[in-house]
């Protein structure tokens, strides 16, 4: 909005950056007061479906990323009050939905979406963004001017667009990897967040939160047979809904249980293809274990390689893509996996959400010595060993004690998880920008007081790791290479159920995901369900050490951008100690990546030549 001296073609050059997202199709709407692109990736009714698109009387238009899984249930309830509709597209609920409902039509909807609706008799911009955060939605609102767009890089195209790095986040950008609220790493651009809706009008933002997780209903009555049995019937529901395609769907597949019992049930559907990746002559590849499983139930796996060259060549390109710095160093794998998968289908599936609903995270079950001990010793004994021993020398149990006297807001390790508060005080350059991390997300852990520590994380894990990390890179990796992903196991109806799993059928004392295994063992292999959590291993840490790839951290490191902000005598410091053998490639990582994302969407204050030249180009 506020469209006053900006050339018509810029919602062009907008819809142009995010290209990527949709290279199907492109249609645009203006008028005195809006003007509105979209870009579309045709996944059902493909003739059909433009956008953007009209309710009935012409008076609101609608723009939407994602996909409505029950839109056939919404658009009989919609067809009982008179709604005629032209398209079989989920879309086309959407715009009709609002008209008949208004923002309650989010409590009908089931799905990953991102949308907005124009009202132009009101003067009102509407946008929503889906439950857990699986379709991004971000706005730009300085005063003066109001954008919005799937991905920040599409603002760089708009004159009135102010691009200004928020240095004050940068604190928490090193403790988390993200930034853990609306804000970001640019100024005046805002994350709507999951489970959030906006309305702007008058020249004023609003945002109201429809949905969020909560464990109010925990039944400590059921059993691990019991919810073992629910989850079975949960998962198969939800793989079916999300199976609804007119293009031909496939399923990302690693060595573990999440991918593979998904996989599992949608190939009960129909054949369907499966794709997995690895390094070759690699302790580090898992393609020997989902080749085996694919085989198993018979079905196709398509093995996807990659090379040293390969991840530190892309590397840029995914800090473009990204839109904000992220050091999860899983996401250029993904990108490659979903550069192959693309090749062949135009949707695949993928098991995120299960560690975070389910309890899979072998971190969660520290809680249970720390609980005891909490329990036995009291706070300010607690308090005074961890003071005495966070002064003596290194030794065992030093590092419980000290994390003993700490309340779990700034114990748990996602807190502080790269660089912690003395740690950033040494690296920056300016160490009065240093904050409280731990503070920074106090009030997660308020929603949740008086609930044991394992689902204090959880919950923790399911409003920031989740939406912020995992999803985040799923979404960016994927529709970087025109790739739907669909997360069946980050749904409204699977998380609905794992409220309400009481800890003991979550996790025992030495075992994570237990119902959920128990519910895999039926399905699955038990060398599958019972495989250990590797993540999405890679060997980055072993690719630091050595060339040519430690050469260009060593660049990185003494590069414009590292004496701008860092301290890079310490930058260095952490990296000979890496190479001398003390684990530390996160904090390398972290600092790596963010120099990259500087050098690509700020490249008028670097000379570095480490940047991909296309993309710095564009910017």
Known sequence: MNQKDVPATTIN???????????DDEAYFSDDQAVMGFRRLSIIDLAHGKQPMYNRDQTKVLTFNGEIYNYQEIRADLQKLGYEFKTDVDSEVLIHGY????????????GMYAFVIYDKVKNEVFGARDHFGIKPLYYYDDGDTFLWASEIKAFLEHPNFKKEFNEELLPIHLSFEFIPSRDTMFKHVYKLLPGQYFLHRNGKTETHRYFKFSYDHIDNSQTVEEDAK??????DESVDAHMIADVEVGSFLSSG??????????????????????????KYSELSWSTEFAKEIKQKNTPLYMTGDDYFDILPTIMYY?????????????????????????????????????????????AIPFERYQKWVPSPIRKMLGGIAEHLPRFHGRRFLVRGAEPLSERYYRVNYVFDYYDRSKILKNPKLNQDAGAYTQHLFDDVKGLDEMTQMQ????????????????????????????TPLVDKEVAKFAATMPVKTRIHADETKVSLRTAAEAELPERVAKKEKMGFPSPIATWIKEEPYKSRIIEAFNSDVAHKFFNTDALMEI????????????????????????????PEETTAKTVDLVHRTQI
Do not use: C
Not at 13 to 23: C, S
Not at 99 to 110: E, N, Y
Not at 470 to 482: F, P, Q, V, Y
Not at 577 to 602: A, C, D, P, R
């Open 13 to 23: 050059d907008m819809a142009d950056r995010i290209k990527h997202r949709g290279p």
């Open 99 to 110: 008209d008949a409902w208004g923002p309650k039509l989010l409590d009908r909807l089931r």
């Open 230 to 235: 629910k989850i079975r019937k949960i998962v």
């Open 257 to 282: 249980i999440d991918s593979s019992y998904v996989l599992n049930e949608a190939a009960k559907l129909k054949p369907i293809q499966s794709f997995s990746l690895g390094f070759k002559n690699s």
């Open 322 to 366: 990204m839109d904000e710095p992220l050091s999860n160093p899983s996401a250029m794998q993904l990108y490659y996996l979903s550069k192959g998968t693309r090749k062949s289908v135009k949707v695949a599936l993928s098991g995120e959400g299960a560690d975070e609903f389910f309890g899979g995270y072998n971190t969660y079950l520290e």
């Open 459 to 486: 919950y923790f894990d399911i409003n920031t790791w989740l939406p912020y990390d995992i999803l985040h890179k799923a979404d960016r990796m994927s529709m970087a290479n025109s790739l739907e992903v669909r």
């Open 575 to 602: 990296l000979h100690e890496h190479i001398n053998g003390k684990s530390s490639m996160q904090k390398i990582f972290t600092i790596y990546t963010f120099i990259l994302w500087y050098e690509v969407y700020f």
